[in-house]
C-alpha cells in the first residue's frame, strides 16, 4: 500500500489567497482526519470523518477553514482567505474502525503564507 | 475530557546510553496508549501500542514501553539510543467512545549526542 498520500508537499502563497490541502487515504480505512502542527501550538485536531461523514469539526479554527471528503478516497482541507498566521505543517491521517486500530500518517503539507 | 502530558520537552543523551521518555494521561478507565516518532520533515510513524494485556509491549526499532495504572503512565524506554534516534516523540491516548480520535501530548524532542 502506497500508504496516506498529500500533495502538495509544500505550499507558498500570499495573504488573502486560496489554499487547497489535498488527501489520499489508506484504502479501505474509514476513518480521515486532519491536522495541524506548529511550533506555538503542538498536533491539533482539526477535523475528522468517518464513512466520509464530518463527525468533530470543533478544533477547525474559524470560518476560513473547510474541509470536505466526497468519497472514500479523497479528501481536501481548504483555507479561503489565507492569513501569514495559518503558517503550519498540515497532516492528513486515516485509519481501520476498530477501537486498537492506531492512525497512519501522511508526509504533510508545509504551507508558508507571506 | 482525557490528557497525556509529556513533562520532558527536550532530552538529550549520549550514544549507546538509555532512555527514557516519559507519559502521564489523565482518564477515568484504561484508554488505549500509542508512542509515535516524528523524524524531520516527516509524518508520524507509530512505534507501539497498547490495548490490554501484558503490560510491558514491544515495539519497532528496539523501543519498548511498559503500562503502569497505579501511576497512570506510560514510559518509553531504549536500552542503548543509537544516532539515528533523534526525533521528535509524541504519546498518545484513545478513549472507548471517543470516535477513535487520539489526544496527543506535547512531544519530546531527543537530541543524540555522539
Known amino acids: 500500500d502506497a500508504g496516506v498520500i498529500q500533495s502538495p508537499r509544500h505550499e507558498v502563497t500570499e495573504m488573502g489567497q486560496e489554499v487547497t490541502l489535498r488527501c489520499k487515504p489508506i484504502?479501505?480505512?474509514?476513518?480521515l482526519f486532519w491536522y495541524r502542527q506548529t511550533m506555538m501550538r503542538g498536533l491539533e485536531l482539526l477535523i475528522y470523518?468517518?464513512?466520509?461523514?464530518?463527525?468533530?469539526d470543533s478544533g477547525m479554527p474559524e470560518d476560513r477553514f473547510s474541509a470536505k471528503m466526497p468519497n472514500a478516497s479523497f479528501s481536501t482541507l481548504k483555507i479561503q482567505p489565507s492569513e501569514p498566521r495559518d503558517s503550519a505543517v498540515y497532516f492528513c491521517?486515516?485509519?481501520?474502525?476498530?477501537?486498537?486500530?492506531?492512525?497512519?500518517f501522511g508526509p504533510g503539507t508545509r504551507l508558508t503564507v507571506t | 475530557a482525557q490528557s497525556v502530558t509529556q513533562p520532558d520537552i527536550h532530552i538529550t543523551v549520549s550514544e549507546g546510553a538509555s532512555l527514557e521518555l516519559r507519559c502521564n494521561y489523565s482518564?477515568?478507565?484504561?484508554?488505549?496508549l500509542f508512542w509515535y516518532v516524528q523524524s524531520p520533515g516527516q509524518g508520524l510513524q507509530l512505534l507501539l501500542k497498547y490495548f490490554s494485556g501484558d503490560t510491558l509491549v514491544q515495539g519497532i526499532k528496539g523501543f519498548e514501553a511498559e503500562f503502569k495504572r497505579s501511576q497512570s503512565s506510560f514510559n518509553l524506554r531504549k536500552p542503548s539510543v543509537h544516532w539515528s534516534d533523534a526525533a521528535e516523540y509524541f504519546c498518545a491516548v484513545k478513549v472507548t467512545g471517543g470516535g477513535n480520535k487520539l489526544t496527543f501530548g506535547t512531544g519530546t524532542q531527543l537530541k543524540v549526542e555522539l
Open positions: 484504502s479501505g480505512h474509514d476513518y
Open positions: 491521517a486515516s485509519s481501520p474502525t476498530g477501537p486498537r486500530d492506531e492512525q497512519y
Open positions: 482518564y477515568g478507565a484504561t484508554p488505549y
Open positions: 470523518f468517518n464513512n466520509n461523514v464530518p463527525i468533530d
